[in-house]
């Protein structure tokens, strides 16, 4: 049985964690990783349609799993809303995802935004005015917002998350937090050869526990990580196993988002 690769992970902590989509996206880029570690053993409960070999999986590096079609790209512009915002969270507790767990701007105005139109910043948004919604997702123009940022008084317009992560895209960043922002947010053009995927055919073809990559990061939370508790016990039964590591990487993170009132989010 060939063992699988060293995998090098950050332990994580949600206390220092500064960005939610950063915990969102590390879940399924390791997610990925799991997949393309364990296509390089044979165990009863997972198959492949294809036969693996280590040239069709990176155990380190997700990206090439990517479709060779679409590069995991997408074109235009196909920001989606949904993914944006959590509507069964509070304002307070960082429904508006591009900027959960940040103090920046958008989120000071946002505030000020909630008191003058009398939102309740500790109520879910699904709750709430779904016109609220709109103005989180597309801005708001009938007025310069005051408010209080880094100590200093300002002004500016309210554009919306949808906007603000146009705006950088179309400006061509380079900020690694703000393109894996862009990717997460982003809703795939669909290609016909990974319909939508992103993933190339072999990795598509693995299957976990009856599972595809695909359809494992399709469940809520709480089916994710009944999930992987399954994956865990059977790799945990394998003499030298060194997978447990990545298991238990996907798992905090996984707990996290439960905790914090995300469970119907899906990946």
Known sequence: MTSMPEISLKAFNPKIESSLVGTIVGVSDSWRLLYANLASRWNPNWTWMTEPSPENYSSNDCSSDDCAF????????????????????????????????????????????????????????????????????????????????????????????????????????TSKGNLRAIRYFSGPVVCKECNGSRLRLESRHIRIHGLSIVEALQLPVPEMLSFLRDVSRSVGREEGSDGMPLIEAIQARLEHLQRIGLQSLRL
């Open 70 to 173: 679409c590069h995991s790209g997408v074109a235009g512009s196909d920001i989606d809303p949904e993914r944006m915002i959590a509507p069964e969270l509070s304002l307070r507790k960082g429904a508006v995802l591009l900027w959960a767990g940040t103090d920046c701007g958008p989120v000071k105005m946002i505030r000020q935004l909630a008191g003058l139109i009398g939102i309740d910043e500790e109520k879910p948004l699904a709750e709430q005015d779904r016109r609220f919604v709109d103005i989180l997702l597309y801005g708001y123009g009938e007025e310069p917002i005051l408010y209080v940022h880094n100590g200093k008084q300002k002004i500016g317009c309210y554009r919306g998350c949808v906007n603000d992560l146009k705006f950088m895209r179309e400006a061509g960043t």
